[in-house]
Every structure is written in C-alpha cells, then in structure tokens.
C-alpha cells in the first residue's frame, strides 16, 4: 500500500495586511510527507494514540506543575499546524512554529541546540538573539512574572543573583529573568525568556507586520520536542495578545477555517485561512461558500472563565445526538468545578475529539445499535488503529446517524459533517473496505478530574471557520468551503 501522508504543516506562504478591514489573512499551507507511515493503520494508531498523550498530559501534569509549566505541544504528526515567522533585523532569521490554542507562550529552538531523543523527527534550529539590553527580559518583567506564575518577581530576581538592597529599592532591571524548564506529554525543555522585533512575512506589495518588543522563550536543550510553539491561547506571552499591544482589533478575535482532508493530500492543495481580527457580516455572507448547505452564521457558546487554567479556551458541552437520540453530557464537560477543573476545551493541537468514558460509551452504544446491526464490527481494525467503533461493508456507502454536538447556550448547536466523524478507508489486510468512528474515550470521568473533562480536537473542526472571539468572550462555528473562504479573502485585500 502506498504510504501515506501525515505530516500537515501550515506555513505562511503569503500575507495581505488591510487595517482599515480590521483583519490580517494569513495562508496555511499543508505540506504532506509520504514516507512517514507504511499503512492507513499505522498513521491512525500513532494519530490517536498521541491524541490520547496530549489530552491525559493536561491532567497528570495537573497534579505535579505550576499553571504555567503545564503547556500543550501539538503532539500529533496529523495535527500540526506551523506558522512561519522573522526573528530580529541582524539579521533576519526565519523561524517554523507550531500553532497552539491551548498553550500561551512563543518558544523556538536557539542555535546551538541540542535535541535529546528526537530522532526521526524534523529539526530546526534558530540561532539566539545577541545578547543586548534590548534583547534581556528582566526579572522585574510582567512577561518574565507570567512566565514564572508561581513565584513573585523579588523571587524571580533572588534566583537571578539580585542583591537584597536592589530588590528592596526595585533595581534590579538588569539582572535577566532566570530559566524555564517545562514539561510536555512526551517531552521538555529548558529556556530563557528575550525580546526582539518579530516580522509576519507579506506580499511585496504589503509593509511586513512588525512587533517590535516581541517576548518568547530561547531553548537550547530539548527531550523529544525538536520544534517550537506560537500560543494562540489566553494569557500575556501569547501571540494574540502581544498583537493585541500594538494593534488591538487584530489581537481580540482570530478564526482559522482548516480545509477538508481527511488524511487525503489531493484534499489539502488549497490554502487554509488564518484570520487576525474581523471582517463584517456582510462580508462574511459573500464569502460563506459556494455550496449551498455553507451557512454564513456563526453558532456562539460562551468561554467559561478559568483562573485557574487560564491558558486554555474553555466551553460547555451540554449533551451529542446520535441520530434522534440526545445524549445528555455529564457536568464534568458541561461546567468547570470550583477549582477549574471540567468544561470542553476547543483545541487546533488535538486531532481527535476526546470524551469522557461516560458520554462514549453512550455516543458508541447508539451509533452501534444502528450501524452494527446492519454492518460487521472490524475488531481487528479497532486494535490496529485504537479507533472503535469500526466495520467492514461491501462497496456500498454505510449509512451512519447524523452526529450534532449541542453547547451551552441558546441554539448552540453544531451538526458535524460526515466526514468530520466517520472515516473510511480500505483494510489493506483483508482487502475490505471499512469505516471507523473518529470520536476517542478520554478516561473514567473521576479520573478526569484534575483537568479538562473533553477536548474538541481539530480533526472535528475540518470544514468550519472557528472564531475566538476574545473581547466578548465567546467561541463561534460556521460552515464554510475554506478554500474559496481563503481565494474570496485574498481577493478582496488585492
């Protein structure tokens, strides 16, 4: 069987820039790798198994390290993003990052760097920031107190060899802040916070966006994580809202629309948009689509407040129909605890939606009871790809209940495309095709309660613009052809 591609990298290609439009495009662009995995098989059972990594390392993190410490990678290789950027002006140095909604902090990778245990993974490395006072982040920062959520700044500025007298008359801005280690699911790193002008590539005719300050975080030493983050999530290190110091209505609201691919590479020859700020409404019915069944209407649920898990974006999922059967959701994804444990986190890292063992196993029941009964269960299947349920069927398109996720919140509801939760392939085994459910189980939901209780991965998110509005506190769904939304965009800015 031919391999398969997998990787799905989101680099900036091209970029329109109009302020008076409030909004800054940005392409991303999948770029597929074919000699990553020999089998259908293999790329799903090292997608969900990584799904699975990422979404249990929120909660046994949880219990060990500091709010800050406990950041999300993109852990998946059919789930990664990569946003491509400009570092400093002496010169200018490209750098290749993951996007992340659930983590707040820009990372990369400073040369020299060393990566333990990462072989067979793609590497890139970018040389440090010289060493300058406009470059050293103090201990004294806001950004390096964010950074270091768990100790006070005097704390910050006595590990970096501050002398008393200058920590009690509040002079220590040249002493730098100390290092970071952080913890991932299946790998760490050390790093340093700096500062340096950070360009977004654009078209010749559009002036490069400049952050001038821009704050992130150097490492030289990494265990199994070759590549670094751009955090889209709440918090002040993130990039939305370091965008949001210098233009406001670019940094309160960005959406991405991913295009369909369904594992398949002719699928993705089209850029996906990324979307810094808003354009109107009007605007958003003309670029709804051409299909018909696009609709130009957003379905909002409110972010739940977090404090104490500040960097993720939160929702409540109050029930999932299986064909006509809802399926109400237990409080554990609904709201969050007293101690901010619960709710949906909405999550582009992720691919495969994770629930809690109590809401799958009733989602899976009611979607067996009218697939199984008609269908084989493929077992074999179900143990190579960790995937279930699955079934074999001849030729003929299987006939599979309509799956709608209901939110908080008036009318909130989201009906998922086929394709977003029932994937079909062929069994290159027994030579059969078959057809798997794309929805995971997250655990016993008493075990779940040290974090979030589900995750909506991006894999679910294919073929909508989803919109984080942070100003109003809210995230938005709308189906769209995210290839023309893109091609419509890019137009209007030309």
């Not at 996007?99 to 707040?104: C, P, W």
């Not at 751009?230 to 991405?256: D, K």
């Not at 996906?272 to 605007?283: A, C, N, Q, T």
């Not at 104490?308 to 939160?314: G, V």
């Amino acid at each position: 069987m031919a391999s398969l591609l997998l990787c799905f990298i989101l680099c900036f290609s091209s970029l329109s820039v109009t302020l008076s439009e409030q909004l800054l495009l940005l392409p991303l662009t999948h770029s597929l790798s074919k000699n990553r995995f020999n089998s259908t098989h293999q790329l799903l059972k090292s997608t969900s198994t990584r799904s699975s990594m990422r979404f249990h390392h929120h909660h046994h993190h949880h219990k060990k390290l500091n709010k800050q410490q406990q950041l999300s990678l993109p852990l998946s290789p059919g789930s990664d993003y990569t946003l491509s950027f400009t570092i400093g002006s002496n010169p200018p140095q490209p750098i290749s990052l993951y996007m992340d909604t659930g983590s707040d902090l820009v990372w990369f990778p400073c040369s020299p760097f060393e990566c333990i245990l990462c072989e067979g993974k793609s590497t890139t490395t970018t040389p440090p920031p010289k060493l300058s006072k406009n470059a050293t982040v103090s201990c004294k920062s806001p950004a390096c107190s964010a950074a270091h959520t768990s100790l006070s700044s005097s704390d910050l500025c006595a590990i970096s060899h501050c002398p008393l007298d200058y920590i009690e008359t509040s002079d220590c801005s040249s002493f730098s802040c100390p290092p970071f280690y952080y913890a991932y699911g299946d790998g760490s790193l050390i790093a340093r916070l700096y500062k340096d002008s950070l360009s977004v590539p654009t078209t010749s005719s559009v002036p490069s966006m400049l952050l001038p300050n821009f704050t992130f975080g150097c490492a030289h030493t990494a265990l199994g994580e070759p590549i670094g983050v751009a955090g889209f999530g709440p918090g002040l290190l993130s990039l939305p809202a370091q965008i949001a110091t210098v233009s406001p209505q670019l940094g309160n609201r960005f959406s991405y629309c991913l295009v369909s691919h369904s594992f398949n590479q002719y699928r993705v020859h089209r850029p996906s948009p990324l979307i810094l700020g808003r354009y109107d409404d009007k605007e958003r019915k003309d670029n709804s689509g051409i299909d018909g069944s696009d609709s130009a209407e957003f379905v909002y649920t409110s972010m739940l407040d977090n404090p104490s898990h500040p960097y993720f974006y939160s929702v409540g999922l109050k029930g999932i129909s299986v064909g006509k059967r809802n399926i109400a959701a237990p409080e554990i994804v609904k709201r969050l605890d007293r101690n901010g444990n619960g709710g949906t986190v909405v999550d582009s890292g992720t691919t495969f939606t994770m629930l809690p063992e109590s809401l799958y196993n009733s989602v899976v029941a009611e979607f067996d009871r009218r697939v199984g009964r008609v269908h084989e269960r493929a077992s074999e299947v179900e143990d190579k790809t960790g995937l279930e349920p699955c079934y074999y069927y001849d030729g003929k398109v299987v006939n599979v209940p309509a799956v709608v996720l209901h939110f908080v919140g008036n009318g909130s509801s989201v009906a998922l495309p086929r394709r977003n939760y029932f994937y079909e392939f062929l069994d290159g085994d027994k030579k059969k095709n078959v057809g798997c459910l794309m929805l995971m189980n997250g655990g016993d939901d008493e075990e779940l309660s040290g974090g979030p209780g589900a995750i909506l991965g991006n894999y679910q998110q294919q073929g909508f613009e989803v919109v984080y509005d942070l100003e109003k506190k809210r995230v938005g769904f709308a189906r769209r052809q995210c290839s023309s939304l893109w091609d419509k965009l890019n137009q209007n800015q030309s």
